[in-house]
């Protein structure tokens, strides 16, 4: 009953399980049933606890012991094998509680290729330095760690461990040797990342935390509720509450601190199952749900399809499959942050590595893939995103036809594509349409030094030269334009008449005069009668074969500016 300027209203609500009636309109609720409410059988939601409480563990604890034992999907690996008592990482940490210590400690432990549970921590290390182990105190951490003298965010993800009865704990910091001259532990741990996320029973996140200081567990925004009789026709005391419910409240998890960091994003595509200590509340994920703390339900989450299914079967088309799916993890991961520029490669090398081992016939190369069969031509096509330029690197960490050449959100053009992917059921096609893609006849190591690989791509394209101008697209050009739009300023002409249009790279690539000659390839089409292209500059034409450099791609819309000048001819791109 409500009450305005003296006359009353009686309000009558319906009820559903996330969704509340008032006056015909639906509004987004959450149902919360107090503990030992007869309302309680006839709702789901829950009352988000204290953070760190042990409601909220024995929460964790449920859904753990539900996905063990009734989620199937959720315990395979890539490769589609069920992994129970994986290998161990080199190191982990021994988290068992030690009866006979006075003083509450863990351990480093050398595995050996001994075989059990453990569970893996992704976290931010921030401007707070965590505890390492380096060459210096190893044999100490071998005996003990005392737990008061780790960060908040490790004492939590300890505790959590321990609340799930497994025994090891891997933490980066601490179970790869940090600081060490010439890094070789860190070189050889990093690469095997991959495998560490993936074969982890679980996945801790401290996903809002921005340093270890802040700990899994922070400080909750409080929220509304409103008490309501469980029958207001009767004279008990049960009730129940009803709290507004965010429609954004997942974005908590997707745009938290630590998922916008480089290295954190292979952790999350590789782990199968991950538990998201958020600044609202905890959250379960796995290949089978996603559910929150007050057992709401996230029906609509639009998960990608997993690497194992992607990679699943030994098809050409299933291969189409992955490298679309890369495709979306790499435009995903161009949003995210690396305190070291370098890391820009090593940071998902860990997701290459598991995918070879998959499957032998994949090649990886400066982020781009390759298999026997298929080319990886399509892929070229990248571009900045939201007209922003590409950023170049301080030191040149990957060939100019890389995406990783750069730093900056990037998409694919693959959406434009007639056939981005080479098929088992592709159409035979002209002589003419064959002759205006380019091919990839070799990839060749050029390696700078000893260690690092550079690869140089030898193709077989048609180098045409044009001409373009400064000045923007005409609105009746505008359905053949798929790029950003606001440094889209580049007109590519033949006599005078618009033929396509250029967009580049970097800012300092851009053309200083009105009037430029630009050099294009095309790779694929767009539709018959059009083809995406990489715009080249030259770099050492006196090499074996001559030698260009990608500075753009673009889009012609007139395949007799090809038709009437070069042949297709050899070259290499660098």
Known sequence: CTCTAGACQTLRFEFSPTEVCSQGSWYQALLIRPAGSAAAQHLSGRRIEYPGSEETLATIVDWANDCQANHLECKLGISGEV???????????????????????????????CRAEYVALSH???????????????????????????????QDAIRITRKLGIRYLWIDSLCIIQDEPGQADWTRESGTMGGIYERAFCVIAATAARNGSE???????PIDVVKMPADPLSHTDDYFYIASRDPNRYNEVTESPLNSRGWVFQEYRLARRRIHCAQGQVYWECSHHFVAEDRSTRHEYERLITLSFALSGTTVNNYARFYSLWCLYVKLYSTCDLTQKSDKLPAITGIANRVMQHDGRLKFYHGHWQDEAQGMESSLIWYPARNTAYKRTEFPRAPSWSWASGDGELEFAIGYLRSPWKSEKDHVESK?????????????????NCLD???VLHVHGVLTRGQCIRERIPSWLGDKCFFSTERRTYLILSDNKPIGWALFDYDDDIPKNLWNEIICVPVASASWDERLILILVEHNLNAQPPEYKRIGTGNIFELSWFRENDEAEQFAIV
């Open 215 to 221: 700990g899994c567990f922070v400080p909750r925004r």
């Open 83 to 113: 992994i129970t008592q994986p290998c161990l990482p080199t190191r982990v940490l021994n988290v068992a509680l030690q009866e006979s210590s006075r003083v509450d400690s863990v351990k480093l432990f050398i595995s050996n290729g």
């Open 124 to 154: 931010c290390w921030g401007s707070y330095i965590p505890k390492k182990t380096t060459p210096h105190n190893l044999v100490s951490h071998l005996i003990g760690i005392e737990v008061e003298s780790l960060s908040k965010t490790f």
């Open 432 to 448: 003419i349409d064959h002759d205006l893609r380019l091919q990839i006849k070799e990839i060749v190591n050029r390696p700078r």
């Open 453 to 455: 690989p550079y690869y």
